[in-house]
Protein backbone atom coordinates (compact mmCIF):
# COMPACT_ATOMS: atom_id res chain seq x y z
CA UNK A 1 0.00 0.00 0.00
CA UNK A 2 1.68 3.32 -1.12
CA UNK A 3 1.63 6.03 1.81
CA UNK A 4 -0.23 9.88 1.96
CA UNK A 5 2.32 12.40 1.10
CA UNK A 6 3.18 12.89 4.71
CA UNK A 7 6.80 14.09 5.08
CA UNK A 8 5.98 14.01 9.20
CA UNK A 9 4.50 14.33 11.92
CA UNK A 10 4.16 14.75 15.47
CA UNK A 11 3.45 12.24 17.47
CA UNK A 12 2.04 11.37 21.56
CA UNK A 13 5.14 8.99 22.99
CA UNK A 14 4.00 6.39 26.26
CA UNK A 15 5.40 7.61 29.68
CA UNK A 16 6.61 4.48 31.91
CA UNK A 17 6.31 5.25 35.82
CA UNK A 18 9.15 2.66 37.05
CA UNK A 19 9.96 3.81 40.52
CA UNK A 20 13.29 4.50 40.17
CA UNK A 21 12.24 7.73 38.02
CA UNK A 22 12.27 10.94 39.25
CA UNK A 23 9.20 12.71 40.50
CA UNK A 24 6.72 14.81 38.95
CA UNK A 25 8.46 18.32 37.56
CA UNK A 26 11.62 17.23 38.92
CA UNK A 27 11.56 14.70 36.32
CA UNK A 28 13.24 15.89 32.56
CA UNK A 29 10.83 13.17 31.12
CA UNK A 30 7.61 15.12 33.06
CA UNK A 31 9.12 18.33 31.93
CA UNK A 32 9.75 17.44 28.09
CA UNK A 33 5.60 15.56 27.87
CA UNK A 34 4.17 18.91 29.31
CA UNK A 35 6.62 21.14 27.17
CA UNK A 36 5.56 19.12 24.22
CA UNK A 37 1.86 18.91 25.49
CA UNK A 38 1.09 22.65 27.90
CA UNK A 39 -2.83 20.25 28.44
CA UNK A 40 -1.13 17.31 29.57
CA UNK A 41 -1.36 16.29 33.90
CA UNK A 42 1.71 16.03 35.82
CA UNK A 43 0.99 14.31 39.02
CA UNK A 44 3.32 15.17 42.00
CA UNK A 45 4.79 12.38 43.65
CA UNK A 46 4.48 10.07 40.94
CA UNK A 47 7.39 8.79 38.92
CA UNK A 48 8.48 9.86 35.54
CA UNK A 49 10.95 7.15 34.31
CA UNK A 50 10.92 7.00 30.68
CA UNK A 51 9.62 8.37 27.50
CA UNK A 52 9.35 6.01 24.66
CA UNK A 53 9.36 7.47 21.02
CA UNK A 54 8.57 4.29 18.85
CA UNK A 55 6.83 1.91 17.86
CA UNK A 56 7.09 -0.79 20.74
CA UNK A 57 4.31 -2.57 21.47
CA UNK A 58 4.30 -1.65 25.02
CA UNK A 59 4.89 1.58 24.11
CA UNK A 60 3.45 2.70 20.54
CA UNK A 61 3.34 6.19 19.74
CA UNK A 62 0.07 7.88 18.85
CA UNK A 63 0.13 10.08 15.60
CA UNK A 64 -1.13 13.37 16.20
CA UNK A 65 -1.95 14.99 13.30
CA UNK A 66 -5.43 15.89 11.99
CA UNK A 67 -4.58 14.64 8.47
CA UNK A 68 -4.23 11.25 10.07
CA UNK A 69 -7.30 8.77 11.69
CA UNK A 70 -6.48 8.15 14.96
CA UNK A 71 -4.03 5.37 14.87
CA UNK A 72 -0.50 4.62 16.37
CA UNK A 73 3.15 4.77 15.03
CA UNK A 74 3.18 0.67 14.53
CA UNK A 75 -0.07 0.67 13.05
CA UNK A 76 0.92 3.23 10.09
CA UNK A 77 4.23 1.72 9.97
CA UNK A 78 2.16 -1.51 8.99
CA UNK A 79 -0.41 -0.03 6.35
CA UNK A 80 3.09 1.67 5.07
CA UNK A 81 6.05 0.39 5.41
CA UNK A 82 7.65 2.61 2.59
CA UNK A 83 7.83 4.99 4.74
CA UNK A 84 10.77 3.62 6.62
CA UNK A 85 13.14 3.81 3.25
CA UNK A 86 13.97 0.78 1.64
CA UNK A 87 17.20 -0.97 3.25
CA UNK A 88 15.34 -0.53 6.54
CA UNK A 89 11.91 -2.47 5.12
CA UNK A 90 13.69 -5.23 3.67
CA UNK A 91 16.72 -5.55 6.22
CA UNK A 92 14.49 -5.17 9.76
CA UNK A 93 10.69 -7.22 8.18
CA UNK A 94 8.44 -3.96 7.61
CA UNK A 95 9.86 -3.07 11.69
CA UNK A 96 11.47 0.43 12.76
CA UNK A 97 14.02 -1.36 14.30
CA UNK A 98 15.08 0.81 16.89
CA UNK A 99 13.30 2.87 20.09
CA UNK A 100 14.50 6.34 21.27
CA UNK A 101 14.32 7.31 24.89
CA UNK A 102 14.79 9.91 27.56
CA UNK A 103 15.52 8.48 31.04
CA UNK A 104 15.18 10.55 34.05
CA UNK A 105 16.98 8.33 36.97
CA UNK A 106 16.06 9.15 40.87
CA UNK A 107 17.73 6.21 42.00
CA UNK A 108 20.19 3.53 40.68
CA UNK A 109 18.15 0.44 38.36
CA UNK A 110 18.83 -3.05 38.25
CA UNK A 111 22.02 -5.21 37.68
CA UNK A 112 21.68 -5.96 34.17
CA UNK A 113 23.12 -6.81 30.59
CA UNK A 114 21.41 -7.86 27.23
CA UNK A 115 21.99 -10.62 25.45
CA UNK A 116 23.37 -10.71 21.46
CA UNK A 117 21.74 -12.29 18.72
CA UNK A 118 22.90 -16.20 19.75
CA UNK A 119 22.36 -15.72 23.40
CA UNK A 120 18.69 -13.91 23.20
CA UNK A 121 17.98 -17.15 20.33
CA UNK A 122 18.78 -19.28 23.00
CA UNK A 123 16.95 -17.91 25.64
CA UNK A 124 13.80 -17.14 23.92
CA UNK A 125 13.76 -21.08 22.45
CA UNK A 126 14.61 -21.95 26.85
CA UNK A 127 12.79 -19.27 28.32
CA UNK A 128 10.29 -17.20 26.25
CA UNK A 129 8.27 -16.08 29.20
CA UNK A 130 10.99 -14.42 30.37
CA UNK A 131 12.75 -13.24 27.00
CA UNK A 132 9.90 -13.11 24.88
CA UNK A 133 11.97 -12.54 21.60
CA UNK A 134 14.94 -13.73 19.74
CA UNK A 135 16.66 -10.62 19.52
CA UNK A 136 19.79 -9.03 20.42
CA UNK A 137 19.23 -5.61 22.80
CA UNK A 138 22.17 -3.14 22.06
CA UNK A 139 21.99 -0.03 24.12
CA UNK A 140 23.52 3.85 23.87
CA UNK A 141 23.30 6.35 26.06
CA UNK A 142 23.67 9.90 25.64
CA UNK A 143 24.13 11.96 28.81
CA UNK A 144 21.81 15.18 29.20
CA UNK A 145 23.34 15.91 32.99
CA UNK A 146 26.06 15.21 34.49
CA UNK A 147 25.46 11.14 34.28
CA UNK A 148 27.00 7.90 36.33
CA UNK A 149 26.55 4.77 35.29
CA UNK A 150 28.28 0.78 36.04
CA UNK A 151 29.44 -0.39 32.39
CA UNK A 152 31.50 -3.54 32.29
CA UNK A 153 34.59 -4.28 35.09
CA UNK A 154 36.86 -1.19 36.09
CA UNK A 155 40.93 -2.13 35.67
CA UNK A 156 42.31 -4.64 38.37
CA UNK A 157 44.10 -2.30 40.21
CA UNK A 158 40.82 -0.19 41.40
CA UNK A 159 39.34 -3.17 42.63
CA UNK A 160 41.65 -4.40 44.62
CA UNK A 161 41.78 -0.64 45.91
CA UNK A 162 37.74 -1.20 47.06
CA UNK A 163 38.53 -4.53 48.53
CA UNK A 164 40.82 -3.06 50.47
CA UNK A 165 39.64 0.15 51.55
CA UNK A 166 35.64 -0.72 51.56
CA UNK A 167 34.97 -4.01 53.99
CA UNK A 168 31.14 -4.21 53.10
CA UNK A 169 32.67 -5.04 49.83
CA UNK A 170 35.08 -7.46 50.47
CA UNK A 171 32.87 -9.22 52.72
CA UNK A 172 30.83 -10.06 49.49
CA UNK A 173 33.94 -10.95 47.51
CA UNK A 174 35.51 -13.09 50.33
CA UNK A 175 39.59 -13.67 51.33
CA UNK A 176 39.60 -16.89 49.18
CA UNK A 177 38.45 -14.87 45.74
CA UNK A 178 40.15 -10.92 46.60
CA UNK A 179 43.39 -13.17 46.96
CA UNK A 180 42.83 -15.19 43.75
CA UNK A 181 42.24 -11.64 42.02
CA UNK A 182 45.20 -10.24 43.65
CA UNK A 183 47.59 -13.11 42.77
CA UNK A 184 46.54 -12.87 39.04
CA UNK A 185 48.06 -9.64 38.53
CA UNK A 186 50.25 -9.87 35.27
CA UNK A 187 48.12 -12.62 33.50
CA UNK A 188 45.38 -11.27 31.53
CA UNK A 189 43.33 -15.02 31.20
CA UNK A 190 43.80 -15.92 35.16
CA UNK A 191 42.56 -11.81 35.63
CA UNK A 192 39.57 -12.41 33.97
CA UNK A 193 38.38 -16.33 35.56
CA UNK A 194 39.47 -14.42 39.04
CA UNK A 195 37.09 -11.51 38.17
CA UNK A 196 34.40 -13.88 37.01
CA UNK A 197 34.83 -15.93 40.41
CA UNK A 198 34.55 -12.93 42.50
CA UNK A 199 31.95 -11.60 40.62
CA UNK A 200 30.09 -14.34 40.82
CA UNK A 201 30.33 -14.68 44.63
CA UNK A 202 29.17 -11.92 45.13
CA UNK A 203 25.75 -11.86 43.06
CA UNK A 204 25.51 -15.60 44.95
CA UNK A 205 25.54 -14.43 48.14
CA UNK A 206 22.02 -15.06 50.52
CA UNK A 207 20.09 -11.91 50.13
CA UNK A 208 19.90 -10.90 53.78
CA UNK A 209 23.85 -11.08 53.75
CA UNK A 210 23.77 -8.48 50.89
CA UNK A 211 20.85 -6.27 51.94
CA UNK A 212 22.86 -6.05 55.59
CA UNK A 213 25.91 -4.34 53.89
CA UNK A 214 24.54 -2.56 51.39
CA UNK A 215 22.93 -1.28 54.41
CA UNK A 216 25.80 0.12 55.87
CA UNK A 217 27.32 1.53 52.60
CA UNK A 218 24.31 3.76 51.43
CA UNK A 219 24.24 4.94 47.86
CA UNK A 220 21.99 7.68 46.36
CA UNK A 221 22.15 8.21 42.63
CA UNK A 222 20.40 11.65 41.56
CA UNK A 223 19.56 14.16 39.40
CA UNK A 224 20.80 12.18 36.05
CA UNK A 225 19.11 12.73 32.47
CA UNK A 226 20.03 10.61 29.60
CA UNK A 227 19.28 10.03 25.76
CA UNK A 228 18.86 5.89 25.25
CA UNK A 229 18.24 4.24 21.95
CA UNK A 230 18.09 0.35 21.71
CA UNK A 231 17.42 -2.19 19.06
CA UNK A 232 13.61 -3.23 19.65
CA UNK A 233 13.84 -5.94 21.97
CA UNK A 234 12.39 -6.81 25.44
CA UNK A 235 15.77 -9.35 26.20
CA UNK A 236 17.21 -8.19 29.55
CA UNK A 237 19.16 -10.12 31.90
CA UNK A 238 18.81 -9.27 35.39
CA UNK A 239 20.47 -10.03 38.46
CA UNK A 240 19.42 -7.86 41.20
CA UNK A 241 17.79 -4.25 42.55
CA UNK A 242 14.81 -4.98 40.66
CA UNK A 243 11.19 -6.77 41.36
CA UNK A 244 11.13 -8.43 38.21
CA UNK A 245 12.94 -11.72 36.90
CA UNK A 246 16.36 -12.40 38.05
CA UNK A 247 18.80 -14.48 36.38
CA UNK A 248 21.71 -14.69 38.17
CA UNK A 249 23.80 -17.92 36.59
CA UNK A 250 22.93 -16.09 33.18
CA UNK A 251 24.23 -13.09 33.71
CA UNK A 252 27.29 -14.14 35.55
CA UNK A 253 27.83 -16.16 32.42
CA UNK A 254 27.21 -14.38 29.97
CA UNK A 255 29.01 -11.03 30.97
CA UNK A 256 32.64 -10.17 29.27
CA UNK A 257 35.22 -10.18 32.25
CA UNK A 258 38.48 -8.14 30.62
CA UNK A 259 38.95 -4.75 32.95
CA UNK A 260 39.27 -1.41 31.55
CA UNK A 261 39.36 2.14 32.32
CA UNK A 262 36.20 4.17 32.31
CA UNK A 263 36.88 5.93 29.37
CA UNK A 264 37.10 2.97 27.23
CA UNK A 265 33.57 2.85 27.86
CA UNK A 266 32.93 6.41 26.88
CA UNK A 267 31.52 6.43 22.80
CA UNK A 268 32.93 9.18 20.78
CA UNK A 269 30.79 11.07 18.22
CA UNK A 270 32.04 12.18 15.43
CA UNK A 271 31.63 15.69 13.54
CA UNK A 272 28.91 14.93 10.80
CA UNK A 273 31.27 16.84 7.22
CA UNK A 274 28.15 18.17 5.79
CA UNK A 275 26.67 19.59 8.06
CA UNK A 276 28.45 21.91 10.95
CA UNK A 277 25.39 21.17 13.10
CA UNK A 278 25.22 17.60 13.32
CA UNK A 279 27.34 15.13 15.14
CA UNK A 280 27.08 11.79 15.02
CA UNK A 281 26.95 8.82 17.55
CA UNK A 282 26.98 5.58 15.26
CA UNK A 283 27.70 2.42 16.89
CA UNK A 284 28.83 -0.89 15.74
CA UNK A 285 25.20 -2.19 15.13
CA UNK A 286 23.16 -1.58 12.22
CA UNK A 287 19.71 -0.97 14.45
CA UNK A 288 20.41 2.42 14.95
CA UNK A 289 22.45 5.85 14.98
CA UNK A 290 21.58 9.20 16.62
CA UNK A 291 22.54 12.34 15.60
CA UNK A 292 22.74 15.83 18.14
CA UNK A 293 21.63 18.60 15.76
CA UNK A 294 22.69 22.29 17.55
CA UNK A 295 21.47 24.94 15.52
CA UNK A 296 23.54 28.39 16.57
CA UNK A 297 21.25 31.15 17.54
CA UNK A 298 22.76 32.85 14.47
CA UNK A 299 20.80 30.77 11.88
CA UNK A 300 17.27 31.02 11.58
CA UNK A 301 16.62 29.18 8.37
CA UNK A 302 17.70 24.69 9.17
CA UNK A 303 17.03 22.41 7.23
CA UNK A 304 16.56 18.86 8.66
CA UNK A 305 18.37 17.06 5.85
CA UNK A 306 16.80 13.64 4.41
CA UNK A 307 18.21 10.33 5.22
CA UNK A 308 17.24 6.85 3.56
CA UNK A 309 15.26 5.29 6.72
CA UNK A 310 12.38 6.93 9.09
CA UNK A 311 13.69 8.80 11.97
CA UNK A 312 12.50 10.13 15.08
CA UNK A 313 13.55 14.03 15.97
CA UNK A 314 13.40 14.81 19.46
CA UNK A 315 13.20 18.83 20.04
CA UNK A 316 15.19 19.23 24.13
CA UNK A 317 15.60 23.26 23.64
CA UNK A 318 14.32 26.06 21.11
CA UNK A 319 10.99 27.11 19.08
CA UNK A 320 10.13 26.82 15.46
CA UNK A 321 8.18 26.23 13.23
CA UNK A 322 8.54 23.18 10.54
CA UNK A 323 7.36 22.43 7.29
CA UNK A 324 8.13 20.74 3.93
CA UNK A 325 7.41 21.14 0.17
CA UNK A 326 5.06 18.43 -0.17
CA UNK A 327 2.78 19.60 4.09
CA UNK A 328 -0.68 20.62 3.51
CA UNK A 329 0.21 22.43 7.10
CA UNK A 330 3.20 23.73 9.41
CA UNK A 331 3.48 21.82 12.79
CA UNK A 332 4.88 23.75 16.00
CA UNK A 333 8.06 22.72 17.22
CA UNK A 334 9.26 23.79 20.82
CA UNK A 335 10.74 21.86 23.79
CA UNK A 336 9.62 18.02 24.11
CA UNK A 337 7.99 17.89 20.73
CA UNK A 338 8.31 14.73 19.11
CA UNK A 339 8.39 14.36 15.38
CA UNK A 340 8.33 10.95 12.95
CA UNK A 341 10.35 11.37 9.90
CA UNK A 342 9.88 9.51 6.75
CA UNK A 343 12.28 8.46 4.53
CA UNK A 344 14.07 10.42 2.25
CA UNK A 345 12.08 13.31 3.22
CA UNK A 346 13.63 16.75 4.36
CA UNK A 347 11.93 19.08 6.77
CA UNK A 348 12.41 22.99 6.74
CA UNK A 349 12.63 24.97 10.39
CA UNK A 350 11.88 28.51 10.37
CA UNK A 351 13.55 29.12 14.18
CA UNK A 352 11.84 31.77 15.96
CA UNK A 353 13.80 31.25 19.54
CA UNK A 354 16.55 33.38 20.00
CA UNK A 355 18.85 31.01 21.52
CA UNK A 356 18.80 28.47 18.69
CA UNK A 357 18.21 25.16 18.65
CA UNK A 358 19.04 21.58 20.17
CA UNK A 359 17.42 18.21 19.06
CA UNK A 360 18.49 14.63 18.79
CA UNK A 361 17.29 12.61 16.04
CA UNK A 362 17.28 8.96 16.22
CA UNK A 363 17.54 6.68 12.54
CA UNK A 364 18.71 3.95 11.01
CA UNK A 365 21.88 4.52 8.41
CA UNK A 366 22.53 0.99 6.65
Not at 157 to 167: A, D, H, N, T
Not at 242 to 266: F, G, Q, R, W
Not at 287 to 295: A, E, G, H, L, S
Not at 319 to 345: C, I, K, M, P
Amino acid sequence: MSAPRLDFFPLTCAVQNYAWGKNGLDSEVAKLVIGGDPLAVIEDGKPYAELWMGAHPKGDAQIKDNRIAQTTLGQWIAHFPACLGSKVKDTFQGQLPFLFKVLSVNTALSIQAHPNRELAARLHAQFPEHYPDNNHKPEMAIALTRFQGLCGFRPVEEILGFLKCVPEFHALVGNESAEELRSSMGDAVRTSQALKKCFTRMMNCEKKVFVDQLNMLVKRVTEEDCIECMACSDNTVRAGLTPKYIDVNTLCEMLNYSPAPASSKIFPRVQDASDPCVSLYDPPVPDFTVMRIQVPASVKQYTVAPVDSASILLVIEGDATATSAAALSDVTLRRGTVLFVSANESVSLHITSPSGMHMFRACCLL
